[in-house]
């Protein structure tokens, strides 16, 4: 229904229309981009320093950081993949002596 009212219609097209000439003229404005520029600039070196705050801190309370989880999470599956292979090596060393013990015991 109130997308069939014509005047709706008109009202949001010049709505489009006038931000859309709004947000170019800011995008040329080269104050305006400088501005924006250093404020996301800024931004991002507080995120930076807070994350080395937050690493320290936690470091300094003997408590993991999510790189550190990771890092071990990664030796974890280092670790399972070794002891799948040693477990496999073990099965067969006791096939091959169980094999062997069998032919001996044989007459």
Known sequence: MLRDNEVLKKMIATGEERMSKLASQLLQNETFMGALQKTMSAALDVKATAERAAHSALSAMN??????VRKLEGKIDE???VFEGLSKKIAELQKKEAAAQSQTQSP
Do not use: N, V
């Open 63 to 68: 408590i993991p950081t999510s790189d550190d």
């Open 79 to 81: 670790l399972e993949k």
